[in-house]
């Protein structure tokens, strides 16, 4: 852990919001991004975002430095998620966010599609709700591993450390998933 | 299992394109502040939620519920034999008593026999019996019985002493 993040980490734990805002600020758009990839919903995303980081000021004081606070900080975030989502299991919807400028204009997305898909005529919007969707179908333990790692970039070690599992689990899972969302997607992919 | 003979390259690059979906403009701008505006009102979060969200979010009963999940004979089991438990339970408690057995009668301080009284107090004529000894046809309740005893004048004869004795 960075020495002026355990700094701050120490200062939030005897209540300094001023530090708890910088640590927030840190971490926000990972935590966010987590979330809103699991859930495919912003409302939602924003909903569990908050409230991780509001338990996690909470248990500050549990939290004994044994892993990094950003290792910390997205098990409780990950764990809100996947218990928000086994509650509301029949009831998802789908509330995705707008595509930044760049998308449009993404190399490997242009190469993708202008080579591989059969459907050229595939708009992005379509495409993008199609990827979440299939996102959707994988079990939450599942989607978790493939968004941490090919969403958000994530080694296997980090995974397993947030999901508190062991690395040969993380690979399992991230295998098996990646083979679901291959055979959703099998049109967008050949 | 081995991952590498998939060629899963395209979709990786399909799921590294989710990066661009982005939130509102602006909404990390206050993030942070309604966040710590949240705590500084007092807010719990998820601490404030009740007995049904604690039990649902103990590390045990995740543990149990995964496994459950993942393992279709282990939910089946598990099924099997609550349905078994309570089955047992509704035999047990609808079965008939030896007649040696004299638990209940032993019992006036026990709930049971207390509840049997007021059932046959309420509606003595469909009292019925599943061992085929019938039961004596009770009176009163026991409230009722303990009311007339306090209500019962009691004549206490003092015999006058005799004059003149």
Known sequence: MPADEMDQVKRARKGDLAAYDALVLRYQERIYATIYHMTANHEDANDLAQEAFIKAFHALKSFKGGSSFYTWVYRIAVNKTINFLKQRKHKAQLSLNDLDLNAEHDPDLVALISEKTPRREIGLAELQEKLNAAMQKLSEYHRLVVTLHDVQGLSHEEIAKIMDCNIGTVRSRLFYARQQLQAHLSDYLK | ?165
């Open chain 2, 1 to 165: 299992m081995n991952p590498e003979p998939e060629n899963f390259e395209p979709l990786r690059r399909l799921l590294a394109w989710k990066r661009h979906e982005q939130p509102p403009p602006g909404f990390f701008d206050d993030f942070s502040r309604r966040v710590i505006a949240r705590i500084q009102t007092g807010d719990l979060g998820d601490e404030a939620v009740g007995v049904g969200q604690w039990f649902w979010e103990a590390p045990w009963f995740q543990r149990f519920w995964t496994a459950l999940e993942r393992k279709p004979a282990l939910a089946g089991a598990f099924g099997l034999s609550v349905c078994g438990l309570l089955l047992t339970g509704i035999i047990c408690s609808v079965a008939p008593k030896e007649p040696g057995s004299q638990d209940f009668l032993h019992g006036t301080q026990s709930l049971q026999a207390i509840a049997a009284l007021r059932v046959a107090d309420q509606a003595p004529v469909f009292v019925s019996s599943t061992n085929g000894v019938m039961p004596e046809p009770l009176q009163n309740s026991l409230f009722e019985q303990f009311r007339n005893s306090q209500v019962q004048p009691r004549l206490i004869r003092v015999s006058e002493p005799a004059v003149g004795q």
